[in-house]
């Protein structure tokens, strides 16, 4: 069994600016206090993400029902892949966690394997869309 103690972490923002392909397997993604993460969002010339078995590390003082959050957030982002839903780093029952996916100019995307479509996703999948606010 992999030790989740002897990850790779990833701070809560990757300062990365002309990073543009990204793969992390097996890495601990560090939550704030609020049990959100947001690493992506500084990258501004990434294209090709991949997210595989990674772990949401919460703080030891964040409460067991707060719902956990990995935010990929990316202006640029066009290629996504999530292989293994996420998990978090927590003994026993734990808060909930989910991805929010913010990628405008996203073109494709694989969820364990497949290519995404809304009818093949599992009931632990819930797909929002959202159109950008007109302000």
Not at 79 to 89: E, G, R, S, V, Y
Not at 93 to 105: E, F, M
């Amino acid at each position: 069994m992999y030790d989740v103690k002897r990850r790779t972490r990833l701070p809560k923002h990757l300062d990365l600016p002309a990073l543009k392909n990204l793969h992390l397997d097996s890495v601990g993604i560090q939550a704030d206090d609020s049990g959100h993460a947001e690493p992506f969002s500084t990258c501004t010339e990434l294209t090709n993400l991949y997210i595989d078995e990674c772990v949401l590390v919460y703080p030891s003082s964040l409460p067991r029902e707060v719902e956990g959050k990995l935010n990929v957030t990316n202006a640029t982002l066009s290629n996504l892949t999530i292989k293994d839903a996420l998990t978090h780093k927590r003994m026993g029952p734990g808060p909930n966690y989910k991805y929010v996916i913010s990628t405008p100019k996203l073109i494709s995307f694989t969820l364990n394997g497949s290519p995404f479509w809304a009818s093949s996703l599992s009931e632990r999948v819930k797909v929002e869309l959202q159109s950008p606010s007109m302000t």
